[in-house]
């Protein structure tokens, strides 16, 4: 069964900053991977995804991760971050064969406070 | 592209009493759709994955006779919690993944239910 940890519960960071969240998956095959964005109260905004390929993906607001094979991780960057970005963001990893084909397993999620 | 919404966004009902939350995918097809619980300051964790004329797929640990899940079109799912306690009071979530293309769910923002 596939599992993820995201250590980092809560970071601070000030505005303009540069970011990095981590993630630690375990599967075993090539995962899919996702990162997320949940506002309090909403539901989860997709940032970027991994699927095969190029192992640095860029996402939508000006986010970027790095799969990296040998380290099971795929970590989170932004170079400067925005008050907006405030959230709290969660790594998962998708089945990509098998019975679970799909499924997806969440992080414990990591809050971003940010600070002026 | 790629919307999914939830009705109600929030419900308070009696303990003991049924609700149905509705799920759509309103510019796509989706011929599975997930549904998820998440707790105050949890991550998401996946219940039933539902796929359209067909019976849904339950996680471990689900009851299937509590929490009645039908997928009767490929636009739509609803997740009924039957005879409703508090500690069924939690954020619901579902997600939506394409009738053809990458494999990525969509999101909808979530239905907050409180059963007092």
């Known amino acids: 069964a596939q599992s993820v940890t995201q250590p980092d519960i809560h970071i601070t960071v000030s505005e303009g900053a540069s970011l990095e969240l981590r993630c630690n998956y375990s599967?075993?095959?090539?995962?899919?991977l996702f990162w997320y964005v949940q506002s309090p109260g909403q539901g989860l905004q997709l940032l970027l995804k991994y699927f095969s390929g190029d192992t640095l993906v860029q996402g939508i607001k000006g986010f970027e991760a790095e799969f990296k094979r040998s380290q099971s991780s795929f970590n989170l960057r932004k170079p400067s971050v925005h008050w907006s970005d405030a959230a709290e963001y969660f790594c998962a990893v998708g089945a990509s064969r098998g019975t679970s084909y799909g499924k997806l397993t969440f992080g414990q999620g990591t809050i971003l406070t940010v600070h002026p | 592209g790629a919307v999914v919404s939830q009705h109600p966004s929030w419900v308070i009902c009696k303990s003991g009493t049924s609700v149905k939350i509705e799920c759509r995918s309103l510019d796509f097809q989706a011929t599975t759709m997930f549904w998820y619980r998440q707790f105050p300051k949890q991550s998401l964790m996946l219940m039933a994955t539902s796929n359209e004329g067909s019976k849904a797929t339950y996680e471990q640990g689900v009851e299937k006779d509590k929490f009645l899940i039908n997928h009767a079109s490929l636009t739509l799912s609803t997740l009924t919690v039957t005879s409703a306690h508090p500690e069924d009071s939690s954020f619901y979530i579902c997600s939506a993944r394409r009738l053809a293309g990458l494999e990525t769910q969509y999101f909808g923002p979530g239905t907050r239910l409180l059963v007092l």
């Open positions: 599967y075993g095959a090539t995962p899919y």
